[in-house]
T-cell receptor, first 114, second 113 residues
């Protein structure tokens, strides 16, 4: 069974500071990994995805994540936080060889302090 | 091109009633998946349909059912509603069976009183 663990349900950063959202995964096969963002009362928007190509993945809005197999981690970073980054972020994992089931973490709410 | 659309946007029902939620995938996409997102939690997988056949089912009771139509749109049905069914129901479409091409709709907010 696959799972993801997001460390920290709430993260606060100052505007302009580094954003680091942590995600560790568990999977019996090489996984696909995703980061999604959800703004209040909206659906999910894909930020970036890892599908076994480059381990450093660049996404939209200046976010990037690095797949580290040895640490089973896929942490999300952004060098400089903007007020518009305040949202909830979900890490997710899926089995490339299975059906289209994506398993999500419990989410991390990012607060950006002016 | 239009993205994934879902209807209705919001819905209020009472316990014991039945509800039908609808999803229209992105044009050309043949796969639709449904997720339930309870407030404060991450989405949970309910069903996946591809080419009108069920390809995957999550850990949900038989009160939950779905189908996909020839035009690839989909319905999610929930019978005998419980208070715990209150959630945001998300639909995602994809051109293939792979999860790396999945796009989410805005969701339907269901409130059960």
């Amino acid at each position: 069974a696959q799972s993801v663990t997001q460390l920290g349900s709430h993260v606060s950063v100052s505007e302009g500071a580094l954003v680091l959202l942590r995600c560790n995964y568990s999977s019996s096969v090489p996984p696909y990994l995703f980061w999604y963002v959800q703004y209040p009362n909206q659906g999910l928007q894909l930020l970036l995805k890892y599908t076994s190509a480059a381990t450093l993945v660049k996404g939209i809005n200046g976010f990037e994540a690095e797949f580290k197999k040895s640490e089973t981690s896929f942490h999300l970073t952004k060098p400089s936080a903007h007020m518009s980054d305040a949202a909830e972020y979900f890490c997710a994992v899926s089995d490339p060889g299975g059906y289209q089931k994506v398993t999500f973490g419990t989410g991390t709410k990012l607060q950006v302090i002016p | 091109d239009a993205g994934v659309t879902q209807s209705p946007t919001h819905l209020i029902k009472t316990r014991g009633q039945h509800v039908t939620l609808r999803c229209s995938p992105i044009s050309g996409h043949k796969s639709v998946s449904w997720y339930q997102q309870v407030l404060g939690q991450g989405p949970q997988f309910i069903f996946q349909y591809y080419e009108k056949e069920e390809r995957g089912r999550g850990n949900f009771p038989d009160r939950f059912s779905a189908r996909q139509f020839p035009n690839y749109s989909s319905e999610l049905n929930v019978n005998a509603l419980l208070l715990g069914d209150s959630a945001l129901y998300l639909c995602a479409s994809s051109s293939t069976l792979s999860t790396d091409t999945q796009y989410f709709g805005p969701g339907t907010r269901l409130t059960v009183l």
